[in-house]
């Protein structure tokens, strides 16, 4: 299937510091990615959708400011988290659509994001 | 919302067989993913269901009915490394999904 990946896997950083998230496909184009956070046994919840060439979309509630997105090619999406904070620690996870003969989406082995 | 409903945890014994049931409260959606996480690992993709009926990949079926608002997974000849997060999504271009259900396998 295909391949998604994500850069760092892990980071610890310092509060009020900006870490940026990586989200690449590896074997295909992706015209659209996707963010998600997951706190400890919780389900994934979708921060925003990502679209190649044009803004994210951020869902009711995400800071827009605070989570940027950037999309710049078919392969590589980018999520910044500025000034972070301890509350933002959680396992980031990317996800790219696939379209054509069956649907699905690809998830990203995930980052884990621990600020102190 | 679509208000996704799925059990919190199931056990089961190794080689048994298990369904995991979720349903939802909304009709227009793409299609209904089942997809696997272990923990601390991002989820792996297992099934999509776009029409109704029964969709069978080796020891793992989905199944769909729209008019009834369910789908069941199901996971037979249950090996240990099954013991994971099963978590059912309705797709309608976003992926909404359920808080997921906890399957711990048993020898």
């Known amino acids: 299937g295909a391949v998604v990946s994500q850069h760092p896997s892990w980071v610890i950083c310092k509060s009020g510091t900006s870490v940026k998230i990586e989200c690449r496909s590896l074997d295909f184009q992706a015209t659209t990615m996707f963010w998600y956070r997951q706190f400890p046994k919780q389900s994934l919840m979708l921060m925003a959708t990502s679209n190649e060439g044009s803004k994210a979309t951020y869902e009711q509630g995400v800071e827009k400011d605070k989570f940027l997105i950037n999309h710049a090619s078919l392969t590589l999406s980018t999520l910044t988290v500025t000034s972070a904070h301890p509350e933002d620690s959680s396992f980031y996870i990317c996800?790219?659509?696939?379209?054509?003969?069956?649907?699905?989406?690809?998830f990203g082995p995930g980052t884990r994001l621990l600020v102190l | 919302g679509q208000n996704i409903d799925q059990p919190t945890e199931m056990t089961a014994t190794e080689g048994a067989i298990v369904q995991i049931n979720c349903t939802y409260q909304?009709?227009?959606?793409?299609?209904l993913f089942w997809y696997q996480q272990h923990a601390g690992e991002a989820p792996t993709f297992l099934s999509y269901n776009v029409l109704d009926g029964l969709e069978e990949k080796g020891r793992f079926s989905s199944f769909l009915s729209r008019s009834k608002g369910y789908s069941y997974l199901l996971l037979k000849e249950l090996q240990m490394k099954d013991s994971a997060s099963y978590l059912c999504?309705?797709?309608?271009?976003?992926?909404?999904f359920g808080a997921g259900t906890t399957v711990t396998v048993r020898a």
């Open positions: 999504a309705l797709n309608d271009y976003k992926l909404s």
């Open positions: 996800s790219a659509r696939v379209t054509g003969r069956q649907e699905t989406q690809y």
């Open positions: 909304t009709s227009g959606f793409n299609g």
